[in-house]
């Protein structure tokens, strides 16, 4: 099965998460890629394959050689956001040679260049989009395929290598993708995700990051009476907002710029409930926003003289920079690879987090490297099938390596 084929089997099997399940995994959808995965492990004659029945699949290609190679292992999540729909996906391949892609006919949607520009660094490659109406889940199906392509390719060339792990997990998108995740029993030095963008993205620091959840108690009155009694739950809401800085807002930030983001709210005039994540890759700055935060939440408390407002706020994972720099081989071992195969290494921090974040804190250090695609979590998604080919050549060549 080559790569591209593989890739499109796993994103026909929708794997949306959801973040309001309690369940391990959080939608036992998942569960069908899994034990796909793990037969194919099998079928492919590696060891020690397991899965534990809460979306994680572990597998090990034992080492081949007397030399000394670190045991390293490669990680990927089976898990598509829930912003948006990933079923019934209909991936197309299209041959691009620039321009304009129409997506739906039917329904008139085009990924133009003008709103994508990017994909003028595609033309003459072959591009794996949706038909407007999902996502595609290359974010991070695209690792997937690329992990199991590399790995079956070592096991049946017989080049020489150490033990190599292989780790899929579940749940990545909602932030519970390391909960379960087995560090002592995987068994590897030192580990890499593949869930990143373009080719050539290596990442070795993300946000520090944190959750919000303020929950607000009004007092609902009959409009026609409610002159000095009612309490908008929804106009507190957005009065909260309003102090918000809107300078330190996702779509005023890039790079090493910090944020709040009002990632959901809901309710009525009796209550209402906003959801913040809270995200700096500056340790200091992360631990002010939440002071912040809570001082927002204070203030409007204060300022109607009663406890309107409960502010939860819950730490979700940390920048693994400081852990990953005492370990700059690692590092290096991605950047090396990717010049021998004739990729130029961009370093670059995510802004965002990956399972690697929390897995470097659970002892496993685990930076990230690029699967190939772009636009994740809309229906604007695509990968590029020349660029996981290219992918799985780097992760050959990061496991081949002494």
Known sequence: MNILDRFVEYARISTNSNEYSESAPSTSKQLVLCELLEKQLKEAGLSDVRSDGRGYVYAKLPANSTRRFPKIGFIAHVDTSPDMSDENIKPQVVEYKGGDITLN?????????????????????????????????????????????????????????????????????????????????????????????????????????ASAVLNIKGVSIHPG????????????????????????????TEKYEGFFHLNNMSGGVEEARMKYIIRDHDRAKFEEKKVRMQRIVDYVNQKYGRELITCTIIDTYYNMRELVETSPHIVDRAYNAMKACGVEPVIIPIRGGTDGARLSYMGLLCPNICTGGENFHGKFEFVSVERMEKISDIIIKMLTTE
């Open 105 to 209: 006919e039917e329904l008139g949607i085009k990924m133009t260049v003008a709103d994508f520009p990017n994909l003028k660094n595609y033309v003459n490659e072959h591009l794996v989009v949706t038909d407007g109406t999902t996502l595609l889940g290359a974010d991070d199906k695209a690792g997937v395929a690329e992990i199991m392509d590399a790995v079956i390719r070592i096991k049946e060339s017989g080049v020489e290598h150490g033990d190599i792990m292989v780790g899929f997990t579940p749940d990545e998108e909602i932030g519970r993708g390391a909960d379960l995740f087995d560090v002592a029993g995987f068994g590897a030095d030192f580990a890499y995700t593949v869930d990143g963008g373009a080719l050539g993205e290596i990442e070795y620091e993300n946000f520090n990051a």
């Open 225 to 252: 009476s409610a002159k000095n009694k009612m309490i908008n739950a929804l106009t507190v809401a957005r009065e909260i907002d309003t102090l918000v800085p809107a300078w330190e807002r996702p779509e005023h």
